[in-house]
């Protein structure tokens, strides 16, 4: 029987940069993997996101890509969600996305400030080093349901592009302390990342988008970083993906194998 296919899908929300900033935007920066079976996106997850984007155009050859930061702002295509009923209709699917089709989560939070103070110079870029945790948990998920799969993240620029390209193909071919390199070439089918610009529409990519940010502050929570979320619709969200987290096959345990906070 031949292997099944996945694709996961990155994203990350806070900047790239080291910081002495408390601020959460600044101090944390954050990243998804989103993990989706080929067939549950071809056939379930892609179509629900479709229909989304149709809340915001009649037209299927011109569908809006979404943001999150412009749908909560609702600005550009997405200022009809100022109307309640559109609004409440977009948030409605939007749930029922997260509750009937099935994906793998995994997050990494880096605390830029405590770990630039501790490293100093030594420090490691903090995507890379987050992006080489999101890995890890990709393949060791992999290994677990006996699965192949690529890797898909947003383009961010040439510079960055060319150094995000080096990071994974540094992974593919030499693995980590944790995950040595034959086991990441069994399981992953390509040394390159594939990189999709912004503006191009990519359902896997604009899922990790409306997530990344609800997930960062999930993290932040459960290790003590932010008090207990205020009611609003990011906690719903949480509470509707919670369940969602890659787990220890064992206890069940998410700490450590669906989300980590790198200090």
Not at 66 to 88: A, M, S, W
Not at 96 to 106: A, W
Not at 216 to 232: A, Y
Request: charged share 30%.
């Amino acid at each position: 029987m031949a292997m099944k296919k996945y694709r996961l899908y990155i994203d990350e929300s806070g900047s790239h940069e080291y910081a002495t900033s408390d601020s959460i935007k600044k101090r944390y920066l954050g990243l998804v993997g989103v993990i989706v079976d080929s067939e549950e996106y071809e056939n379930k997850i892609q179509p629900r996101i479709i229909e989304l984007k149709k809340i915001f155009s009649s037209d299927p050859d011109n569908l809006v890509v979404l943001h999150r930061d412009e749908i909560v702002n609702k600005q550009g295509p997405f200022t009809i969600l100022e109307d309640k009923e559109i609004n409440e209709k977009f948030n409605e699917k939007l749930l029922s996305l997260f509750q009937e089709t099935s994906f793998v989560l995994c997050g990494v939070v880096l605390d830029k400030k405590s770990h630039l103070e501790k490293y100093k110079t030594s420090a490691l870029h903090p995507y890379h080093y987050c992006l080489n945790v999101i890995l890890e948990r990709y393949v060791f998920y992999l290994g677990e349901v006996d699965g192949i799969g690529d890797v898909m993240s947003e383009a961010r620029g040439k510079n960055e592009d060319r150094a995000l390209k080096n990071a994974y193909n540094s992974f593919y071919h030499n693995g980590t302390w944790y995950c040595d390199s034959n086991c990441v070439q069994r399981r992953l089918t390509s040394n390159d990342i594939k990189l999709r610009d912004k503006k191009n529409t990519t359902e896997g990519l604009e899922l990790a988008d409306l997530l990344v940010l609800a997930i960062k502050f999930f993290i932040l929570q459960e290790f003590g970083k932010l008090p207990t979320l205020s009611d609003n619709f990011t906690k719903i969200i949480i509470e509707n993906i919670k369940s969602k987290f890659r787990k220890n096959p064992s206890s069940q345990r998410i700490k450590g194998f669906g989300i980590k906070l790198i200090a």
